[in-house]
């Protein structure tokens, strides 16, 4: 069988529950939930380090943190330097035509990171901003563009109307809704299919910046959610851990309270994104069938993380909780794989390291011995009769940020989950099947002490010998230094690598 085309569509902070096919109440996302009938969804699908930066590392590497070392937001580390082999540097040198188009968050920003070719629009991007002096042409496609547009004037941005990148405050799209990063990832996918090679397969990374603010879809898409019920408050037993870090009332906060009218715009925006976007993915599709070409392209839908947006008080990302860390997973094995599955929906506890392996399995590409993520491939097409048992799956998965000045870790398995504050001390310990909005925490109640003993040993086996010394004559240890990329020499070395 020849091999597929590969495409692998990249959104960022998209939560994990608004997918129609998920059964929330009110995100409509029928191209989604169409693709999810015809592949393998995936119900706990994580972000191990839930902010852009570590979370596209991992996604691109195959690799867990403990081993490609990013455990926290970092601008400025060479990416080429730490990471040279990546998903995209085994699809070309397996003879694809390797292709990005959207958000790449990579540093320097022009890095091709393993693509023939980048067409690139990372959203504000501070650190590029500062350090090329607004001169876009150094980092970003998309605003080079919409000032030659017709109409545009030669100093536009983006931003015209007033939102921030990291702001809750949302109001509709100021200009033409062609003219905006959404529609215009969109249409760079369908313009790029006349411009491929059509005598080599190819792998498309199409990133989208949104559904992250700023929320500023089209008036349509805005229009759709304003009338749902109104946002309410709503807290559990354990927010009081993080007390010293509330800044109620600002609008670009990370943990606190806002007038639930903000809250209500701001989640109204931002599941406009997100139909707006499901709504870009339906001409991809059309024109990947007008192409002749649906039938040989293996399709995975994936966010690097996904955003609080009020829960217990919190917003935006970083934090080890199921709005923040849990993101979609949808991957779908070309229609003409005999052997795919249909409308499956997978219990099994994964995460982003596990795209890689995946999509090269799918294709007929050899995995490289630097990944350590796993295949999905047993979820994803049936195996045959004789075929020997694969291993076990994980039991579960650990995942950590650094946030709020210290190590926030946590362990899961889709079904528990305990998170450990590496400065604070404080422990959560949630039964997500019987709690899955993370209200009430066992920690303190006797009849879960075995519970607790044993999530607890989890993270505790997980951290024994890391070199910030989390973890003590086996028990953890609060307040222990933490280590980032750019603060660890070793790992800069080359420690990340197998």
Known sequence: MDKPNVILICVDEWRGDCLGAEGHPYVQTPNLDELAGRGARFRHAYSATPTCVPARVALFTGQSQERHGRVGYEEGVPFDAVHPVTLQGEFRKAGYQTQAIGKLHVYPERSRVGFDDVILHDGFLHHARKEHRRDFKFFDDYVPWLRRQPGVSADEEYLDNGVGCNSTVARPWDKA?????????????????????????????????????????????????????????????????????????????SFGTLPEAVTHRARSGYYGLMTQIDHQLMRVFEALAEFGLADDTVIAFTSDHGEMMGDHDFYRKAVGYEGSARVPLIVAPAPRDADAVSGAV????????????????????????????????????????????????????????????QSLQWVTDGHVKYLWASEWGSE??????????????????????????????????????????????????????????????RTLAGAAQP
């Open 428 to 489: 959560e310990l949630f039964d997500l099947d019987a709690d899955p909005d993370e209200f009430h925490n066992l920690v303190p109640l006797p009849e879960h002490a075995e519970l607790l003993k044993l999530w607890k040993g989890r993270l505790i086996s997980d951290l024994t010998g890391r070199e910030e010394g989390f973890v003590r004559d086996g028990e953890l240890v609060v307040g222990a230094p933490v280590v980032t990329m750019l603060s660890n020499a």
């Open 346 to 405: 997978v219990d099994e506890v994964v995460e982003l390291r596990d795209i890689m392996p995946t999509l090269l399995e799918l294709a007929g590409v050899p995995v490289p011995e630097s990944c350590d993520g796993k295949s999905l491939l047993r979820f994803v097409r049936d195996s045959p009769a004789d075929a020997p048992e694969p291993d076990p799956w994980r039991e579960w998965l650990h995942g950590e940020h650094v946030y709020f000045g």
């Open 177 to 253: 809704e062609r003219l905006h990063p959404t529609a215009w990832a969109g249409s760079q996918a369908v313009e790029w299919l006349y411009r491929r090679d059509p005598t080599r397969p190819f792998f498309l990374y199409l990133s989208f910046h949104r559904p992250h603010a700023p929320y500023d879809p089209p008036v349509w898409a805005m229009d759709m959610y304003l009338d749902l019920p109104a946002f309410r408050r709503r807290v559990g037993d354990w927010e009081h851990h993080y007390e010293s870090v509330r800044r109620d009332g600002y609008h670009q906060l």
